[in-house]
Structure formats: structure tokens, C-alpha cells
């Protein structure tokens, strides 16, 4: 092969890449939807028979979206400990099998809590039994495995000076990051 000949790539490889992406998208679609407190975006990441086990939590999905992000009646864990929070992904290993995978991803869980002026740092794995069912990637089941827990006791409050220059993010749809098309908001 030259530099000008394309490389040739098989149907199997890329068909393993395909697959890959599907997943990580399919990580990242519940990462998002936990912290945008979107039900539908966090229920669209698992089969409707899939199963979570976050420790303080084990359960089916309607569960784990109602304990997570709460319902029309009841508040959800994260508006009632949280004001602010984020779910980083970082490393991710996938082992695929046909249409069975097994993936393990770290994450990062940043939160401000609510009750106490501290920050909530938790690192992890996310350990999940994927399948592909109907030609779509969703969680089968979901093991949190907490590495450590720390808390970041009388942070220093950036928000009157400097946070309040940047775009407030929201926990439904009104977020910024729904926006289409992303527009310009000149300074008032």
C-alpha cells in the first residue's frame, strides 16, 4: 500500500467500531440525561427489562429513573441533595462478543450539596452488561463500583463573582445545551 492508496478496513473491523461508538454513545446519552434530569434520556439508555445496582439502589429501570431524577410525585436524589452536579466518563474498555458487550468505564461524580457547604467528589467504575436488541445498544445491567468518596468541606463560593459571568445550566430542556441552533447572546 501507498501513501495515496486508501487503507483497506474489513467488514468485521468495522463493524467492531460501529459497535464501540454505539455504546459509548449509549453511556453518554445516560450520563447526560442523569444530569440534565431528562427521565427519557436516561430510560432510553436501558432495556426495558435492564437492572441498576448503585449501591444505595438495586432495581428495574422505572425505579432507578424515579429514585435518580425523581417523578410528578416524588423528588428524586439529586434535587434533594444536590444544587449542582456533573458525571464525567473517562477511561472506557469494551469487550465485545456478537451482540453481548461488557464495558467498564471510570467516572467522576462531582456534586455541591445541597444541605451543608461541601462538594461531593466520587470516582468509580461504571460496570455494564450491554445488548444489542433489534439492531440497538442498551444496558442490560448496570454495576456501580465506588473506588473513593471525599468531601471538599466549606468550598469557596465562586458565584456571586465569577460563575455569575457564565451561562446558568438548568435541569430540563430550557438547558443551553438543547439549543438549536446555538445562538449568539451579546453581553445586555
Not at 85 to 105: C, I, K
Not at 149 to 162: F, H, I, K, R, V
Not at 167 to 187: N, Q
Request: aromatic share 6%; glycine share 6%; charged share 25%.
Amino acid at each position: 500500500m501507498t501513501a495515496t492508496e486508501p487503507a483497506q478496513i474489513s467488514v468485521e473491523r468495522l463493524q467492531y467500531l460501529i459497535d464501540r461508538q454505539e455504546i459509548l454513545d449509549c453511556l453518554r446519552r445516560l450520563a447526560r440525561g442523569m444530569d440534565r434530569h431528562d427521565p427519557e434520556m436516561i430510560a432510553s439508555a436501558y432495556h426495558p427489562d435492564g437492572y441498576d445496582d448503585h449501591g444505595v439502589f438495586r432495581g428495574g429501570v422505572p425505579e432507578c429513573v424515579t429514585w435518580l431524577n425523581g417523578s410528578d410525585t416524588e423528588e428524586g436524589v439529586h434535587a434533594a441533595m444536590l444544587l449542582t452536579h456533573q458525571h464525567l466518563l473517562t477511561n472506557n474498555y469494551v469487550d465485545l462478543d456478537g451482540d453481548d458487550a461488557h464495558s467498564e468505564t471510570h467516572y467522576l461524580f462531582v456534586g455541591h450539596l445541597r444541605l451543608e457547604p461541601a462538594i461531593q467528589i466520587t470516582a468509580g467504575r461504571y460496570v455494564d452488561h450491554l445488548q444489542r436488541r433489534d439492531g440497538e445498544w442498551k444496558i442490560a445491567v448496570r454495576r456501580v463500583v465506588m473506588e473513593c468518596c471525599t468531601l471538599l468541606q466549606n468550598p469557596e463560593d465562586m458565584s456571586a463573582g465569577t460563575r455569575a459571568l457564565f451561562t446558568r445550566g438548568t435541569w430540563d430542556r430550557s438547558d443551553v445545551s438543547w439549543e438549536r441552533p446555538l445562538t449568539i447572546r451579546p453581553p445586555a
